[in-house]
């Protein structure tokens, strides 16, 4: 059993800043795929970027080249820098581990981007 608590969420202007943290638990974290994904307000949730175990990583076009994803296996932490923010990037953001069947999801984290 996995347990993840995302943090860092909150009110920025746009062309702002906001790193997103999503502690875990549980054995064998460094076997998961980790990722973020972000559900805007009558929209379906969608991914915004991943990490495998082997290190690649897969950004949504949407976000690619402003967003950074990373993980600290030692730590069972997952991060999400997010640059350049725009006002369409509001929306409540979930992390998310997955290993075969195994598919966990924290409470997410509110992010809106507004002047």
């Known amino acids: 059993q996995v347990q993840l608590v995302e943090s860092g969420g909150g009110l920025v202007q746009p062309g702002g800043s906001l790193r997103l943290s999503c502690a875990g638990s549980?054995?064998?974290?460094?076997?998961?795929?980790v990722g973020w994904y972000r559900q805007a307000p009558g929209k379906q949730r969608e991914l915004v970027a991943d990490s495998t175990v082997g290190g690649s990583t897969n950004y949504a076009d949407s976000v690619k080249g402003r967003f950074t994803i990373s993980r600290d296996n030692s730590k069972k932490m997952v991060y999400l820098q997010m640059n350049s923010l725009r006002p369409e990037d509001t929306a409540v953001y979930y992390c998310?581990?997955?290993?075969?069947?195994?598919?966990?999801w924290g409470q997410g984290t509110q992010v809106t981007v507004s002047s």
């Open positions: 549980g054995s064998f974290f460094s076997l998961y795929t």
């Open positions: 998310n581990v997955k290993l075969g069947p195994d598919d966990y």
